[in-house]
């Protein structure tokens, strides 16, 4: 049986580089805020806004599920990805998510542009009604299409 990597320890912040990047796909916008470089990994803040995923009469509303990526930088180094925390909120008009994602390993000191693609995103619907012991219903929902693809300038350290 094989056993997953451990995430990394994140403790000793090197520096954080700003992507300041957005593009919207299907009516969803995913913004890549920053990317912050520890001696251990690294960690991508992103925003995923949309203005179609409530119906917020009925308390029904999408959330995020999964934010796959794939991240490789111009030196050929391939980075590993683990979800980590976030946060979501939605309206009447709007949806907004705060994911972070953790990147193994720290980022390559040589690099110059990192690409980062999302194929996809994948949400669940959120039920506030269904819910019996007071936390709302949650059932697999759908994938929103990209590809999302971003291609981020990593400039020298200082």
Not at 34 to 43: M, N, Q, R, T
Not at 102 to 128: H, K, N, V
């Amino acid at each position: 049986m094989s056993r997953l990597p451990a995430r990394p320890r994140l403790r000793n912040l090197v520096r954080v580089v700003a992507i300041g990047q957005t593009q919207e796909h299907n009516g969803v916008r995913v913004s890549l805020l920053a990317l912050e470089v520890y001696d251990g990994g690294c960690v991508l803040s992103a925003r995923i806004t949309s203005d179609q995923f409530t119906d917020f009469q009925r308390g029904i509303f999408r959330d995020l599920d999964r934010f796959p990526l794939r991240v490789w930088d111009d030196r050929g180094q391939d980075y590993e990805s683990f979800e980590g925390g976030g946060s979501s909120s939605a309206g009447p008009d709007f949806y907004e998510a705060h994911p972070n994602t953790t990147l193994m390993p720290t980022l390559e000191p040589s690099a110059t542009a990192l690409s980062i693609e999302i194929a996809g995103i994948a949400f669940q619907f959120r039920d506030t009604n269904a819910s019996i012991t007071g936390a709302p219903h949650r059932t697999p929902g759908d994938t929103i299409r990209g590809p999302w693809l971003f291609h981020v300038p990593i400039p020298a350290s200082p």
